[in-house]
Each structure stands twice: as structure tokens, then as C-alpha cells.
């Protein structure tokens, strides 16, 4: 199994590359992870840039292979609100298209959930589209389905999808 490990800024060239090619990999192969294909390097680069930048508010996991290249990631948000600062929200679990239904899915969010227990967080809530495999990965780690929001957001072809919300309590 690849080590999962949280980054730290700063983060190499070589680790933000691999980033922007893991999310336009994802990207690409239909994942509903907020934006839609062709995924331009520039696009990517920007949503990690930001990302990187909001180190300080987020934990972003990477599994890497046992040469050290990044083969998925997930990220956790914690809550900044006063009122919510036993909750945090899991975002843009990515696996390398090449690497998918070996288990590193299940064990990004392993150590997402390790995180946020290690922060304090007793609630975790996460989202994804209708019918993509990973809804059956998020209900066998124990996550609730709250509900379906129709028509959420545009795939690649344009058509508005449903998404369903859930959430997990540790």
C-alpha cells in the first residue's frame, strides 16, 4: 500500500506538477470534481495554487507510490466558524486513472478521517455525484446519505446531474 502523507508548504515543483496532472487525469476520465474536460494545465495550476496557498486552513493528503510520485489525494477543510469547529468537510478525493479499484481511495479517506480525528473533528460531510462509483466507497466507510440535490451541476456534455450529500459522524 503507498504511504499517505499530508504536505507542507512549500510544496516542490515537482509535487505541484504531479497535482495538476492528477486533477486533469480525474478530470478527463468524467470524476465530478468541479470542473468540466478539456481541463486546461493553466486552469489546474490556478485551483492548486490556491489550494497550496490555503495550507494553513486545509489538509491536503497525498498516497504516493514507493518511488514518491503521487498516485491520489484528498483533501480535508475544517471548519473556520465559531459555531462549527467540530466539523470538517472532505473534497476532491482524485486517483490516478491508472490506479483506481486498488484501494487507495479507501485509504485516503482512512487517513482523511484519521486527520480530522487528530484536529478534533467529530463530523465530516462530503458530496458527490449521483451515481458515480465512489457514492458506493462513501456509504461501505459508514457515510451517511442525507439527501439528493437535483439538477447540482453541469457534466462534460453539459447536462445538469444530480448530487448526493452525506455525512459521517467519528
Known amino acids: 500500500m503507498p504511504l499517505i502523507n499530508s504536505l507542507s508548504a512549500p510544496v516542490s515543483a515537482k509535487d505541484r506538477f504531479a497535482l495538476i496532472e492528477l ?8 470524476a465530478a470534481v468541479g470542473f468540466v474536460p478539456p ?4 486552469e489546474a495550476g490556478a485551483f492548486w495554487d490556491k489550494a497550496i496557498a490555503d495550507l494553513h486552513h486545509r489538509a491536503i493528503l497525498v498516497a504516493r507510490d514507493d518511488v514518491g510520485r503521487i498516485l491520489g489525494t484528498v483533501q480535508l477543510i475544517p471548519s473556520q466558524s465559531p459555531s462549527m469547529l467540530h466539523r470538517a468537510e472532505i473534497t ?12 487507495l481511495g479507501r485509504a485516503l479517506m482512512k ?4 486527520e480530522a480525528g487528530r484536529l478534533g473533528r467529530t463530523l465530516l460531510t462530503l458530496d458527490a455525484r449521483r451515481g458515480d462509483p465512489v457514492v458506493d466507497l462513501y ?3 459508514g457515510f451517511v446519505e442525507v439527501g439528493i440535490i437535483p439538477r ?3 457534466n462534460g456534455d453539459g ?3 444530480d448530487n448526493v450529500v452525506f455525512y459521517k459522524e467519528l
Do not use: F, N, Q, T
Open 152 to 154: 447540482y451541476a453541469r
Open 23 to 30: 486533477l486533469i487525469d480525474a478530470v478527463d476520465s468524467g
Open 39 to 42: 481541463l486546461s494545465e493553466g
Open 92 to 103: 476532491k478525493l482524485l486517483v490516478h486513472s491508472a490506479h483506481r479499484r486498488k484501494g
Open 159 to 161: 447536462v445538469l446531474e
Open 111 to 114: 487517513a482523511a478521517e484519521a
Open 139 to 141: 456509504g461501505s466507510l
